[in-house]
């Protein structure tokens, strides 16, 4: 059996498609994670995947033609959900496919996979029917036929959102992260923006096994907060914590301009999930009420009804 190395509510297992999506799921392998797997058209861009667990199905890749990775696909299929079912072991929860919006290979295989983990989850008799999709908007400066292959991409996944297929959809949005890191330099983007999003996925899974004296941020609380369709991650340190608004005024910052993705309409948000993170000198001194007053903003500032698991 194929075991994490890391104590977790939930065993997620990893497959990155094209070169953007596995160094995404390379990303998940630092943290921890064991179930993991990369696939490609082509050979060379694999080679700079540091991941055991590698499958090349074309030759030459997909030179930003998305249906030369669908056909390619579509001839390997069976191929594939072996290759996952080698990698992953017999247990897992949930399937996460990583993937490029922009790329041929992501963009092509995407959905295709998507169906795949599907059915290897029923095969497994998974205790969920939804597949993860993690996936990766690029800048704006790659070029025109890379965006216009990431907008239709994101126009298809989201319709697996919409029919309950997949669950939950995570984007990144490299313009966006390049925004909220101005200054990084050319060796360190990707391995930032990508680590942005896996840390925080990484930290209420690891936050949601974990038995706490105070309110507890349970693996129920996390499974509905999955299930729940499209997802965005964000995170703000506060500074000034003695301050009684200082921690409401980092909520408020971050849902306005501190997400790991733009031009989402937040006021329609049905369900949240938020941690707190502090030391003990905190802690003991930080009013109750100051959190409440935080979570109960969070609450105003989605959509009536929603359910914010804290």
Known sequence: EVKDEIDVAFKFAFIGAGQGGSRIAETFHGLGYRKIAVLNTAEQDLNTINLDNKLCIGSGGAGKDPEIARKVFAERKEDVIDFMRYSF????????????????????TVVPLVRAAKELQETLGCSTSKVGVILALPKASEGKKVNANAHDCLKSVYELVKEGVVSPLVVIDNERIGKIYPNLVVSNFWQTANMSMAGLFHLFN????????????DANDYKNVLDSGLMVFGAAPVEEWENPVSISRAVRDNFNSGLLAGGIDLSSGSCAGAIVVGGQRQLDNIPQADLDQAFDQLCRMLAPGNVVHR
């Open 89 to 108: 072991g017999e247990q897992l929860d949930r399937i996460m496919i990583c993937a490029g919006a922009g790329g041929g290979t992501g963009a092509g």
């Open 206 to 217: 690891l936050t949601a096994a974990r038995d706490s004296s105070y309110t507890a941020f």
